[in-house]
Each structure stands twice: as structure tokens, then as C-alpha cells.
């Protein structure tokens, strides 16, 4: 098993920014691939950006040019910098944590309220 810890969320006004971190603790070893989704209220949970372990990066094109994703992997860690954010980016923010090859498994964490308010 491996569990998620996020952390950063909050409420900011329109424009703002916002980091949330998210750290995998457990059975880590063989996780290529971290990531955030969200989901607001009435929609389905979309994804926001990926980053594998060895670096590459996928985002949404709702967030290209104002999110940045990266790891720390020494430290297991996950980082979302949102900058320049809208009101449409209220949500709650869910950090993932999958393997991707051999025997695939995925692991969410427990979701960070992110609201930007106009």
C-alpha cells in the first residue's frame, strides 16, 4: 500500500497563487508516475498534470502556462505551483501515485480544497 499526505490548499483571490505538495509514504518502490486531479462541484474528476520518474511532464490545457508540476524524489514529493489562478480552478485537488508497468496499481490521496474566489 502506499498512502498520500497532501497539503496546501486554501482559499485565494483570483490571480493568486497556491503550492500544494503531496508526499507517498509505504510500498513506493516501483511508482513511476505522480500526479494531480481535481473535481468540482457537479463534474467529473479531470486530470491536471503528470510527472513520471524520470521527469516528463503532462498538463491540461486549461492550466498550461499557470500550473508547474514537479518531484523531489528523494523526499517522495510531489509539487503543484498554481499561479495566476481563476475562479474555474475551484475544486478539490486529489494527488495520485501509479505504477504503470508490471502489475499496474494507483493509490489516491484524501483530496485539498483549492477555492479562488473573484
Known amino acids: 500500500q502506499v498512502q498520500l499526505v497532501e497539503s496546501g490548499g486554501g482559499l485565494v483571490q483570483a490571480g493568486g497563487s497556491l503550492r500544494l505538495s503531496c508526499t507517498a509514504t509505504?510500498?513506493?518502490?516501483?511508482?513511476?508516475?505522480m500526479g494531480w486531479y481535481r473535481q468540482a462541484p457537479g463534474k467529473q474528476r479531470e486530470l491536471v498534470a503528470t510527472?513520471?520518474?524520470?521527469?516528463?511532464?503532462n498538463y491540461a490545457d486549461s492550466v498550461k502556462g499557470r500550473f508547474t508540476i514537479s518531484r523531489d524524489n528523494a523526499k517522495n514529493t510531489v509539487y503543484l505551483q498554481m499561479n495566476s489562478l481563476k475562479p474555474e480552478d475551484t475544486a478539490v485537488y486529489y494527488c495520485?501515485?501509479?505504477?504503470?508497468?508490471?502489475?499496474?496499481?494507483?493509490?489516491w490521496g484524501q483530496g485539498t480544497q483549492v477555492t479562488v474566489s473573484s
Open positions: 495520485n501515485a501509479a505504477q504503470t508497468w508490471g502489475r499496474a496499481r494507483d493509490y
Open positions: 510527472i513520471t520518474s524520470g521527469g516528463s511532464t
Open positions: 509505504g510500498s513506493i518502490f516501483g511508482i513511476n508516475v
